[in-house]
């Protein structure tokens, strides 16, 4: 297959994680650009709730979101795809043995129907999120060009990039096969601006723990794309 991918920064790297869920009503878009038509992504991230503690999400739906670029931001909704996708365990850990460990999931869907485009935007949260909420993972730095925004607030500068794969083949055996959406479930949109000063719900795995000690648990494989 081919596509387009950022993958996720190592481990011992202290990746951030950028909460992206209905529970806190957050949304992180990124954008992309490929010479592929897209049919199929595979993102990385973590679950955890309040006080940062490991929780697990089960098998809750996604919103995955493909928008046309407006002059740097997410423009138009290209598509909106609403699906339980594919969950695994990477069997990677992110901890320095003493803060909270965090275990690392690649989830994988198709896409309701083929993107037809070169350049735009994605954004991937969890829904129905109740008490659980996924975090996207930081990736390899790429152009660092990435938004969040909370409760359809203005558009804020994340400053990083996050970690999913595109493709141009359907994953095989139509697992994570999603349904598109009505206008009326499309998550809410907001313009670009400044951010507010009220706090926003991203939660990050950099802790002062992890950041002074630097000690993290090294894992032999390392997330590919398709």
């Given at each position: 297959s081919r596509g387009y991918s950022q993958l996720p920064?190592?481990?011992?790297?202290?990746?951030?994680?950028?909460?992206?869920?209905?529970?806190n009503s957050t949304i992180v878009d990124d954008n992309f650009n490929t010479a592929y038509n897209i049919r199929?992504?595979?993102?990385?991230?973590?679950?955890?709730?309040?006080g940062y503690i490991s929780c697990d999400r089960g098998n809750r739906a996604f919103e995955i979101t493909i928008y046309?670029?407006?002059?740097?931001?997410?423009?138009?909704?290209?598509n909106d795809t609403i699906v339980v996708p594919h969950r695994t365990a990477t069997t990677r850990v992110l901890s320095d043995?003493?803060?909270?460990?965090?275990?690392?999931?690649?989830?994988e869907a198709n896409l309701s129907a083929t993107v037809l485009f070169l350049s735009g935007w994605?954004?991937?949260?969890?829904i129905n999120d109740t008490d659980c909420a996924f975090a996207w993972e930081a990736a390899q730095p790429s152009d660092g060009v990435a938004y969040y925004s909370v409760s359809g607030?203005?558009?804020s500068a994340l400053g990083d990039d996050v970690a999913f794969c595109l493709s141009n083949v359907p994953i095989a055996g139509g697992e994570g096969e999603g349904e598109g959406v009505a206008a009326d479930e499309s998550?809410?949109?907001?313009?670009?601006?400044?951010?507010?000063?009220?706090s926003i719900s991203i939660l990050r795995l950099i802790s002062s723990a992890l950041a002074s000690s630097g000690r993290c648990v090294k894992q032999p494989q390392f997330p590919r794309c398709f």
């Open positions: 920064k190592a481990p011992e790297d202290l990746p951030p994680t950028y909460t992206s869920s209905s529970l199929a992504v595979r993102w990385w991230g973590i679950e955890l709730q309040g046309n670029d407006n002059a740097g931001v997410p423009g138009d909704v290209v043995g003493s803060a909270p460990a965090y275990a690392e999931y690649q989830y994605i954004s991937i949260r969890g607030s203005a558009l998550p809410p949109r907001a313009a670009s601006g400044s951010s507010s000063s009220k």
